[in-house]
C-alpha cells in the first residue's frame, strides 16, 4: 500500500503542468552604446545568473529616446544615458528609482561618483533614478612640440600667437558654454539676453583665430598631421587623445582651471522593466573591477571604479546640463560659423 501511494506522488510529481517543464529562462533586454556590453561580458553575465540578454545599440541621444518611448515603454528593462538628458527620461516616468540595496558595487566607486546628490539630475525626491558608468571631460589638447609649457585655461584657444593653428568643435552648445566660463558666467548652460551677447562676440574671436572646425575624432587626427596645429578642443577627450597618440602625435591632455566640461553616462532602470533586481544586477556586474577594465582598455574611456590618468581629484569638472534654448544656440553658431560680422549680431 505504502509503495502504491509513493509510487501515484512520483507520478503526479512528474505529469503535474509544469513540474517537468524547465522553467523558462529570464531575459534581461538592455538598451546601450556601442562598447558597453561587449559579448564575452554579455556571455558571462548570462552564465553566472542563468540568463538571456537582449542587445540593442543606439548611436544617438535621438535614437535612444525613440526606442525607449516605443511600444509604451515596454521594450527594454535597463539603459544607458547621459545626465543632460536623463532628465527628460525622469520627467516622462521612463526612468524609474533603483534600489542602491542591490548595487553594492557602488561602494567601490570612486568618491566623484559616490556622492550622487552633487551630480545633476541623477536624484530627485530623494530617490535615485541612475547610476554612473562611464564619463569623460572635454579637455584643451596640446602640442607638445609648439607650447612648451601646459595651457591651464580654454582662453589658449584664443591667444593669437597661434593664429591658423587651432582646432575648434563645430558645435554650438558646447561652444557657447566654455566660452561662458571663459568670460566668468556661473551657469554656462543658462545664458540670459546679455550673456548670449557676450558669448557670441567672443565666439567670433575664436572664428578668425582656428584653421577650421572638426566634427569627428578622426577628422581632428588628419588634420593634426597635415597641419601645424598648436591647441585643440577635445571633445571626444580620451578617446581622442588615444587616438592622437595612437597615431604618432606628441601631445599632452589638460582640464582648465575655469571648469571642464564633461558628459556622464548612467545606467537607468525603465518603467518597463518586467525584474527590476535583475536590471540592477546587471548594473552591479558593470560595476565589477574586471568589467569596468574592459571598458576602458577597449573603448580608452574612463570608468568609475578607479581613477584616470587623464583626470586629477582636484579638477573642477562641470556636468554637462539642458540648456536654455537649443535652437537660439544653434541659429546665432551657424551665423558665426558662416562669417557674419559683429554687427549682424
Known sequence: MLLKRLLLLLYLFIWLPGCSEPQPESILRVLTWPGYADPDLVKA?????????????????????????????????????????????????LSVPIDLNNIPNTQTQLPRFKDLASIPGIMRGGKIYAIPYTYSTMGLIYNRQMVKSPPDSMAAMWDQNYQGKVLAFDASNHNFSITALILGIADPFQLDDEQFTQVQRKLVELRRNVLTFYSAPEEAVDLFQNNQIAYIFGNYGSQQVKQLRDAGADIGYVNVKEGTLAWLDCWSVTKGAKDHKLAETWINYTLEQSVSDALSARQGLPNTVEPSNLIKSSDKIIWLQPV????????LWQKIRSGDSLQKF
Open 324 to 331: 536654455e534654448d537649443f535652437e537660439k544656440r544653434g541659429q
Open 45 to 93: 553575465f548570462e552564465e553566472r545568473y542563468h540568463v538571456h540578454v537582449e542587445v540593442t545599440f543606439i548611436d544617438t541621444d535621438d535614437d535612444l529616446w525613440a526606442k525607449a518611448n516605443q511600444n509604451e515603454s515596454q521594450d527594454f528593462d535597463v539603459l544607458a544615458v547621459n545626465t543632460a538628458e536623463l532628465q527628460r527620461y525622469v520627467d516622462s516616468g
